[in-house]
């Protein structure tokens, strides 16, 4: 248990449906993060919260939203997505976002039909 | 980029035996860090070494940086069953996220 949780462990959608991640957690940090792993693909950082405030977006298309209304609680809300979307989806916490030590969540499994 | 990049990219052992796997970067760094991921899960912190060490211990691992060479190296010693997993090496500085590899996959074989 790294006090990092993600949810759901698995999902399955459409590409017309909504859907949202999950991230919670228990480790009083300041800097949460989305990261993107495919097969055979490096890690790929998705966006980056600082104390609620976005730090980093590295170019992710706009069918992925993010929100951080507190400072232990990330979303990622889906939309309209693409077969390639599917991918494991890793949320992590920092204490802080420049260069800290990151504790990752279990990830959730994507799977785009 | 100061990505590291590990190698070699998969390593194959048996048990008992020691695994080195390997990481450059590009850019001056604060500290260099190693990560594990057992298949589909996430990552797990293993070790960190700030810029002005030269190795660190931390059980049966060593962890080595030659800022000179921009490299470190990991070496896990009497390998088991239960260190197969993918190793990544991450990249700090001061003034922005973590910057991962690509990663060591290393099969340790009964």
């Known amino acids: 248990e790294t006090g990092v949780t993600q949810t759901p462990r698995h999902l399955v959608m459409g590409m017309t449906n909504k859907k949202s991640l999950k991230c919670e957690q228990h480790l009083g940090h300041n800097a949460m993060y989305w990261y993107k792993q495919s097969a055979k693909k490096p890690l790929e950082l998705m966006f980056v919260y600082s104390l609620e405030e976005r730090v980093e977006n590295n170019s992710v298309p706009s069918r992925f939203s993010p929100e951080c209304p507190n400072s232990s609680h990330l979303f990622l809300h889906l939309h309209t997505l693409q077969p390639e979307d599917s991918a494991l989806y890793l949320c992590a916490s920092s204490q802080e976002w420049e260069g800290s030590i990151q504790y990752f969540g279990a990830g959730t499994r994507l799977s785009v039909l | 980029s100061q990505q590291g990049e590990e190698d070699p990219q998969a390593l194959s052992i048996q048990e008992g035996e020691n695994a080195t796997m390997n990481c450059s970067y590009k850019t001056s760094i604060n500290n260099l860090q190693w990560y594990r991921q057992n298949s589909g899960r996430g990552l797990v912190h293993l070790i960190l070494?700030?810029?002005?060490?030269r190795e660190k211990h931390s059980g049966r691992l060593r962890v080595t940086l030659d800022t000179s060479k921009k490299s470190s190296s990991l070496l896990i010693t009497a390998s088991r069953a239960a260190d197969t997993a993918s190793y990544f090496c991450a990249t700090g500085s001061g003034y922005s996220t973590l910057t991962f590899g690509k990663g060591t996959m290393l099969l340790v074989s009964p």
């Open positions: 070494i700030r810029s002005n060490e």
